[in-house]
Structures are given as structure tokens and as C-alpha cells.
């Protein structure tokens, strides 16, 4: 719904000669009628910020071929155990999940894809779950996430710029996780696929 995030994903299709992709601003449940049904329909963190994510897949399926598929993988907030050791990972894990529930996304909809995709009437082909673990040796991406949130953190609500401190936040993160050298569950990713049946 994003026109700049359109726009970027355009540019990237035409400087890698890519022809037969098409980019259009639509609600999942207003997609115009023309455009044509689909070997595979396919969504990353999309379902969690659906008012009613059983609908949203419903209203995808007269897009699908006959036996195509549809995969949504969803992250979900039960992977945010608090770790003693790392304290302001933890915290910064807690900006990024409260603001996305205060702004209406269902933290719980990954371990509910497979409710969603049989009332959907799909045919469920497989679910499965993952942990994104990070280390020392890893590194972590939560201050890049936390940076590219921060407008909607603040304007959540949910932290201020002064707690925040964005400027020395991977500094401060990279010095705790070395200093504990311990893991961080940073994620819980729920991968779903279904097909509809003749």
C-alpha cells in the first residue's frame, strides 16, 4: 500500500531486465478483476496486518489456478522469551512487537495460519515453524529493525527517542551480546502452504 515501496520494487524490475512482473496498489480484497489467475500466490508478514486474515485469503482464491498454491509465512511474538543475559535485546525486541500490536497487527497470527487456511477451505499441504537464533558469531539485525521502525515506535507511543538512544543502539547491542555470549531467540516464523482443490 506503500507507493514509494512500489516504486523501488518498479525501478529493481526494469535495472534487472525482469518484463513479466506487474506492480499495483491494492487492498488484498480489492484486487481488480483483470488480473488474470495465478500458479501460485505468495505473502511474507502480510496476514498480520489484516483485520480479518481468513477473509483476506478467501477473497485471494479466484486469482489461484486449479491445484495452485498459496504460502504465507508470518512471524508471531511467542518467540520473544526474555533473556536475562540480554537485557536491552530483549527491550529492543519489545519496541518492535508492542508497536506493531498498538498499530492493530496480530502478533499471534503465525501460529494461527493453520486455522486461517482451513476455514479459508485450503487444503493444507504443510506448516511448519522456525526459530531465528543469533549469536555473537551471527550478528543481529535489531538495530536496523528498530531504526526503520523508529517513526512508528515513537509514534506509538511505545519508546521515546531519548530511551531509544538510536545513534549508539547497535554499539550497545553488539557489546551485549559479545559480553553475555549468549543466543537470542530474535524470531518465531511460521511457514504455511495449501492448495485449492478441483
Not at 491445484?67 to 537485557?87: A, C, H, I, R, Y
Request: net charge negative; glycine share 6%; aromatic share 8%.
Amino acid at each position: 500500500m506503500n507507493e514509494a515501496a512500489l516504486d523501488i520494487a518498479r525501478n529493481a524490475a526494469v535495472e534487472r531486465c525482469i518484463i513479466n512482473a506487474k506492480f499495483i496498489k491494492a487492498e488484498i480484497s480489492g484486487l481488480p478483476q483483470d488480473i488474470g489467475r495465478f500458479d501460485a500466490i505468495i505473502g511474507r508478514r502480510v496476514l498480520m496486518y489484516q483485520p480479518d486474515a481468513t477473509h483476506s485469503v478467501k477473497s485471494l482464491l479466484p486469482y489461484l489456478k486449479t491445484n495452485g498454491l498459496v504460502v504465507f509465512q508470518e512471524s508471531d511474538s511467542m518467540g520473544s522469551f526474555k533473556n536475562m543475559d540480554l537485557p536491552l535485546h530483549t527491550q529492543a525486541q519489545a519496541w518492535i512487537w508492542d508497536t506493531v500490536a498498538k498499530e492493530g497487527g496480530n502478533v499471534h497470527i503465525g501460529s494461527n495460519l493453520y486455522c486461517v487456511f482451513k476455514q479459508a477451505g485450503l487444503t493444507i499441504a504443510q506448516v511448519r515453524a522456525e526459530v531465528v537464533l543469533q549469536t555473537p558469531e551471527t550478528g543481529s539485525d535489531l538495530a536496523w529493525v528498530v531504526k526503520m521502525m523508529l517513526p512508528r515506535i515513537i509514534q506509538s507511543g511505545t519508546a521515546t527517542q531519548k530511551e531509544i538512544a538510536i545513534d549508539l543502539l547497535e554499539e550497545r547491542l553488539n557489546s551485549e551480546r559479545q559480553n553475555a555470549d549468549a543466543v537470542f531467540v530474535r524470531d518465531m516464523t511460521f511457514g504455511i502452504w495449501g492448495t485449492l482443490q478441483a
